[in-house]
């Protein structure tokens, strides 16, 4: 039997316990729109650093309607940056936190859900408004890898002059047509986690994500997994979400998905 969870990434406000608004109304969402009417079981899942105090963890669930599995990643935010060489400016836009989040997003993520046959990714500021029937089984009838609300291009400059010839030095390629900035909105999605934990695949995505340029550059996870989607998939193995739609609320807008799978 598939083992199925929902996830995200969260930030701790050390005790601020009214900046966790969005969060709730995104954990009585998922309630609201899969857990309440769905015949299938799947575990919560909140990565958080050490700033997510045990008070805002009890706060946190005892405001949420299902049992959340709260897993500690600070190991995977320690790193030495000091000596990188970060445009200031650069580095004024996106901060060393917001760099290691997308290192986290892009790769460390599949060693802690590892247990898992799917992982439906929720950021912490997503509501959801409506949510495709069935979305965990549809993955394996459908024999789909990967479903986002809709494909999007990557608007970050710096990130488009130097990672997509670092990928294709990385990993051997011919060209750079994988990056076609036909990439998923990562901020709502679903995957099965066996792809991500091949031996070629996991290697390769370390290869782009655990060196300095990630940090330096500040490639997001958009573009990492966008790119090797585009490498290691068949157009038929992804697909859209059906019949959903989401409050974006970082970003002031609703998402909504396609009325087919089709995408290219």
């Not at 039997?1 to 995104?26: C, H, P, Q, T, W």
């Not at 899969?34 to 963890?57: A, C, P, R, V």
């Not at 965990?136 to 970050?156: G, L």
């Not at 051997?172 to 934990?197: A, E, G, R």
């Amino acid at each position: 039997m598939n083992k199925f969870a929902v996830v995200g990434l969260v930030r701790g406000y050390e005790g601020n316990i009214e900046k966790y608004d969005s969060l709730l109304k995104r954990n009585k969402s998922i309630y609201e729109q899969i857990g309440k009417s769905s015949n299938f079981s799947y575990d919560m899942i909140l990565f958080h650093e050490s700033s997510l105090f045990d008070s805002d963890k009890r706060y946190i669930q005892s405001k949420s309607p299902e049992e959340i599995n709260f897993i500690n990643v600070d190991k995977s935010f320690e790193i030495n940056y000091s000596n990188l060489d970060i445009d200031n400016e650069e580095l004024k836009r996106f901060n060393i936190g917001y760099r290691m989040m997308c290192r986290f997003n892009s790769l460390y993520i599949w060693d802690f859900v590892s247990n898992y046959d799917y992982i439906l990714r929720v950021d912490e500021d997503v509501e959801f408004l409506k949510v495709e029937d069935n979305l965990f089984q549809n993955m394996e009838k459908n024999n789909k890898i990967f479903k986002s609300v809709k494909y999007i291009p990557e608007t970050h400059k710096i990130t488009n002059e130097t990672l997509p010839n670092y990928i294709k030095e990385q990993l051997n390629l011919n060209d750079i047509n994988f990056y076609n900035h036909k990439f998923p909105y990562t901020n709502v999605y679903i995957s099965s986690v066996k792809f991500w934990l091949k031996q070629n695949i996991n290697l390769n995505l370390k290869k782009v994500v655990e060196n300095e340029n990630q940090l330096i550059f500040r490639w997001g996870d958009l573009p990492i997994i966008g790119s090797f989607l585009n490498i290691y998939l068949k157009k038929e193995q992804f697909g859209y979400f059906m019949n959903t739609a989401y409050r974006h609320e970082s970003h002031n807008q609703i998402v909504k998905s396609k009325t087919k799978f089709k995408i290219w």
